[in-house]
């Protein structure tokens, strides 16, 4: 999902005080741990978008799992958010199922060694209509063509 260049600003920012970009993402996260969701901060979201989405993934699952799995799918979270707590869900965003069959977060749990874990936020000019506990591939097809910037922040996890 490539934001249309005419639309972007370039500036959305995604960051954890729980972690720096590219380095571990602690232990209370992992999903046999506390599973708990790591707080995120929010900057630059443009002025004409409507709502934010969130996915985070596992691209290295690829090998092991035959897939990238998806831990947290949250759409529709209001552009005015600059704050999601830990555990939390921005009030009047809607969470989708994960790659564990269950909807919400489900935190780092690699099989076979260290593994990277992408966080993006995707700023929308719209609203997305999707159904209770859609997935990330729901979220993807609705947000093609609407997306107006988007930010990424990496951690990594080792079991």
Known sequence: ???????????????????????????????????????????????????????????????????????WVVWNVDPATAHIAEGDVPAGADEGTNSYGQRGYGGPNPPDGEHTYRFVLYALDTELDLEPGATKSHLERFVEGHVLDEARLTGTYAP
């Not at 993402?25 to 741990?33: A, C, D, H, L, S």
């Not at 790591?38 to 709502?51: D, G, M, Q």
């Open 1 to 71: 999902m490539v934001p249309d260049e005419s639309d972007a600003s370039g500036g959305l920012s995604l960051r954890s005080p729980a972690f720096d970009d590219g380095t571990e993402i602690p232990r209370q996260y992992g999903y046999t741990n506390q599973n708990t969701s790591p707080p995120l901060e929010i900057e630059n979201v443009p002025a004409n978008a409507e709502s934010l989405a969130l996915v985070m993934d596992d691209p290295d699952a690829l090998e092991p799992a035959g897939k990238v799995w998806d831990h």
